[in-house]
């Protein structure tokens, strides 16, 4: 791997896990448990546009790690890998045979939906009872409008960073 794109990568899942540890403290005015703003996503979908699937994953996986270590919140952990892979693996399908149909606005909305599915999959792994997955039509409304705010978010970030990265490197 060139060192360069280590950097990068270093960087954002630095970013990833700053805007994490931020956005755990903004309180939420809906009162749905679990539900964040996800805005860390941001740094994720645009890593899979920039550079790729695995370097995606590896910065969705390092930072739910990451964020675990800096938190000493080790539960919570196994929610967050289980959200960060089903949620990279889904937009990276969307992204990649999808893109005609569905702009990064979409792309990110699935992986909203992918992020809360591997969550509760984990809570009913946990728990034990299937009836969490009745919780789903919930974190589907909160999914759409954090989705969209990602997806967009992610439009405007990633084509910037595309061109910064490859005029650098010739």
Do not use: D, W
Request: one cysteine or more; glycine letters at 8%.
């Amino acid at each position: 791997m060139k060192t360069r794109k280590l950097i990068f990568l270093a960087l954002l899942t630095g970013l990833a896990v700053i805007i994490s540890l931020f956005e755990s403290m903004i309180p939420i005015p809906i009162i749905v448990p679990g539900a964040k703003l996800g805005l860390s996503n941001i740094i994720i979908l645009t890593t899979l546009i920039v550079f790729g699937f695995r370097s995606a994953l590896t910065v969705s996986m390092l930072k739910s790690v990451l964020l675990m270590l800096v938190s000493g919140s080790v539960s919570s952990m196994f929610f967050s890998l289980a959200g960060a892979i089903f949620a990279t693996c889904t937009m990276y399908v969307v992204y990649r045979f999808f893109s005609r149909i569905f702009s990064l606005i979409g792309v990110s909305i699935f992986g909203a939906l992918a992020h809360n599915l591997g969550q509760l999959t984990v809570a009913v792994l946990i728990m034990k009872n299937p009836y969490i997955y009745s919780y789903a039509s919930v974190l589907v409304l909160t999914g759409l409008f954090t989705g969209f705010f990602v997806g967009l978010s992610a439009s405007y970030v990633a084509p910037v960073l595309k061109r910064h990265v490859y005029r650098e490197e010739n």
